[in-house]
């Protein structure tokens, strides 16, 4: 497992795109918000948590069919599949890999887009904090998605159809979580039940997702 | 004799070929008297007026919205663990059918906020979840169609119908979150004296009887077709071979 962890680690940093790529798209989807709204700094820093949100969901969105679908094609993910490794390790490895790639540095990048978008100065820790205990969820359900759509040519789109509505409620409870605290008020409900889905994908959506793998290998 | 008799297809066409009519002209007399009796020779609202007639559409298409749900969730366990294709492929048949209830609903609901709240839409939880619910249909019938090779179209649909509806669920209570919204708590349930007058009730009693029998109607009927199009496609491959 910790070989496959590295070597999709490395995978991502040196065949390049995985690990810069997020970000910068997240740094687009913030840039250009003012371009839509206007440059208001009070409308900008209402809606700054939720953008920042939206725009770390996105990032993850996008870099998602990495996740299987190169070594669906180079033909490894039939030798993972043969090894002597549950598929659900493989499929968590994946997700822990696409989220060190993806989820976290999306966190660290989370503040320095706030100063852009004039995060009011409590919300700081609460958008780090709230993606942080998110952004995990989203590589995990995300995994499934990939795996769903694994053996489908150009199945980019239909993998956010399928994907964006289970990101429904993660989305709602981690922009909750950054709202309240960008406003000072009590974020302690809506962050434990976002670490409640976090908590609940992580332990049971790699059964579904590894079913699904199977399915599609067959 | 067992239900699961009906899980062959020949079985399956000759009983639904037989019920299909008479479930066709019940939903018939149902709808009709239904509506009529809704629509012409009810009272309007005290407050309302004439739009609470809305409701004989909007509460059993939202009803039957989830209810489509509900038979495609069990349709795809049986699927998934008795491997019956008649069972994949009516959760295959049902889901256009709960997609457009859902549309429907949604649409009526519309047309009842706009005198009523004076909004056609609200970020309310109720309506939400009904919007989510949609696509999740869209996604699920989207699967179904993306996949050439049948068995792996539903087993991987039915797998998605089960995460879906953990997700469904999960999403319909985190939306709760907000705050109660516009929309009325549940009117309708089964254990109160009484939940609307009984002028409006007995004819939304039809009302629903009749949106379940036309969902019956139609899922067999589709299931039908379905099964049909797959023996006709599995001539063809053995003529071609041949």
């Known amino acids: ?218 | 004799m067992s239900l699961w008799e009906y899980a062959n297809p020949v079985k399956f066409i000759r009983t639904t070929d037989k019920v299909l009519p008479w479930v066709w002209a019940l939903t018939g007399i149902c709808l009709v008297t239904g509506l009529v009796w809704g629509f012409f020779f009810t009272p309007d609202d005290f407050r309302q007026g004439s739009t609470v007639k809305i409701i004989y559409i909007h509460v059993p298409s939202a009803l039957m919205a989830i209810n489509a749900w509900l038979m495609m969730l069990v349709a795809s366990l049986i699927w998934i663990v008795r491997r019956h294709h008649v069972s994949a492929l009516a959760a295959r048949a049902a889901a256009p059918v709960g997609a457009v209830m859902t549309m429907i609903a949604l649409a009526t609901g519309a047309f009842w906020g706009q005198p009523m709240w004076g909004t056609w839409w609200a970020w309310d939880p109720r309506l939400t979840s009904f919007l989510i619910l949609f696509l999740f249909y869209l996604g699920y019938m989207a699967l179904w169609e993306a996949i050439e090779n049948d068995d792996t179209a539903a087993d991987l649909t039915s797998i998605l119908c089960l995460v879906g509806s953990v997700f469904a669920i999960l999403s319909r209570y985190a939306v709760n979150f907000w705050n109660q919204g516009l929309h009325q708590g549940a009117t309708l349930s089964l254990d109160k004296e009484e939940n609307i007058s009984d002028v409006f009730w007995f004819p939304l009693l039809v009302c629903i009887a009749g949106f379940v029998l036309l969902f019956i109607a139609l899922v067999f009927l589709r299931t039908q077709t379905e099964i049909r199009a797959r023996r006709t496609r599995a001539l063809l491959a053995r003529e071609g071979q041949g």
Request: net charge neutral; glycine share 12%.
């Open chain 1, 1 to 218: 497992m910790k070989a496959l962890l590295t070597r999709d680690l490395m995978l991502a940093i040196r065949a390049g795109g995985g690990f810069g790529l997020g970000l910068a798209f997240f740094l687009i989807v913030t840039v250009l918000v003012p371009f839509g709204v206007g440059p208001q700094t009070e409308l900008l820093s209402r809606i700054a948590p939720g953008i920042l949100w939206i725009g770390a969901l996105l990032a993850c969105l996008l870099s998602l069919d990495r996740i299987f679908a190169l070594d669906w094609e180079d033909g490894s993910l039939d030798l993972l599949a043969t090894a002597p490794l549950p598929m659900e390790g493989i499929v968590s490895v994946k997700a822990l890999a696409h989220w060190i790639t993806t989820g976290l540095p999306l966190v660290f990048a989370a503040p320095v887009l706030g100063v852009l978008l004039s995060l009011p100065v409590p919300a700081y820790q609460w958008v780090v904090i709230s993606l942080a205990v998110g952004t995990p969820a989203l590589s995990v359900i995300g995994t499934f998605g990939a795996a769903l759509t694994v053996g489908i040519k150009r199945g980019g789109l239909l993998m956010s159809l399928l994907v964006l509505p289970l990101y429904v409620p993660t989305l709602i409870f981690g922009a909750e979580v950054a709202r309240r605290g960008a406003e000072g008020l009590a974020v302690q409900t809506p962050l434990l039940l976002l670490a409640g889905i976090s908590f609940g994908v992580i332990a049971l959506l790699p059964f579904a997702s590894a079913a699904v793998l199977r399915i599609n290998l067959r």
